[in-house]
């Protein structure tokens, strides 16, 4: 092969190259900027809990739009987050009063299930309420692999701390009411839903956190929608939480100070997200 056929062969392997460069889509984070807002405003998706390897392989944007900030919120402020506290306060709450049982507040088809997955006695847990057995004593495979220590919340909080303030969009006990103020029927919706999830792990787990890597909300809200006839109780206090929020984020976004508000990775999907509730308040998101 003479010296021109291979200038011509690797010049056309170049454009090849470079045409599948172009063609291949930019890979998202779960990060979003306001672009219409005072001053720089961002929206980051966080997995509250992750395996060691599962940051982002480009951390550039994520260390910008933090470099941009001076205040960051998160889901509850990480200085007045006592978990041991919280527990205690969601235990306390989970409970009915003396006398009353789980089995009188949730369907046959629903305690038969409870029976048949405990495995502890039914003493144990016939006094909690549905909201509280799945908060509090469900636990999926493959949660022993991953820790809060590794989440994106932590990585930004470590950095955050040292540069700017730091606060949370809702408090402990409005948390705490989240889930105590659920009627029978949610309570016991978000149960089934939160089984049926646990009932897909640890698949589920690699799912979302490949979800999450890849920037892809539809994905996200794939994985966790309820299907079809399906309990809802899970992303009803999912989205019940966004609504509460979403007028605190439009009130910072309205301050002018540099912000970044953190929520968990499901919070941003969805139709009634709170990227898609600020967009309907009129607000322009770039997801970066």
């Known amino acids: 092969m003479n010296c021109r056929v291979i200038l011509l062969v690797a010049l056309c392997a170049m454009l090849f190259s470079l045409r599948a460069a172009n063609a291949a889509p930019q890979r998202k984070q779960f990060l979003w900027r306001v672009v219409n807002a005072p001053a720089p405003f961002y929206i980051v998706g966080s997995m509250h809990q992750l395996r060691r390897d599962d940051y982002p392989a480009d951390l550039n944007e994520f260390n910008q739009a933090i470099g941009q900030s001076q205040h960051f919120i998160f889901e509850r402020d990480p200085r007045a987050n006592d978990q041991l506290d919280l527990w205690r306060k969601l235990s306390a709450a989970g409970m009915y009063p003396h006398g009353e049982t789980i089995q009188q507040h949730v369907s046959p088809s629903t305690w038969a299930l409870l029976k048949r997955i405990a495995r502890v006695s039914q003493s144990e847990y016939e006094r909690q309420k549905p909201w509280s057995i799945a908060a509090l004593n469900l636990k999926a495979q493959g949660m022993d692999t991953v820790r809060s220590k590794w989440s994106m919340d932590h990585y930004i909080y470590e950095k955050a701390r040292h540069i700017g303030q730091v606060s949370g969009l809702e408090t402990m006990d409005e948390f705490v009411r989240s889930f105590s103020e659920m009627s029978d029927h949610e309570g016991e919706s978000f149960l089934l839903q939160s089984i049926e999830y646990g009932q897909r792990s640890p698949e589920l787990l690699y799912q979302t956190i490949a979800a999450w890597k890849a920037g892809s909300t539809s994905r996200m809200y794939q994985l966790y929608a309820p299907r079809e006839n399906g309990a809802a109780g899970y992303w009803r206090w999912i989205e019940r939480r966004n609504a509460f929020w979403v007028p605190r984020i439009e009130n ?37």
């Open 252 to 288: 910072a976004m309205k301050s002018g100070a540099p912000t970044m508000v953190i929520v968990g990775a499901l919070h941003p999907c969805g139709p009634r997200g709170v990227i898609a509730e600020l967009q309907r308040r009129g607000y322009k998101l770039e997801q970066l």
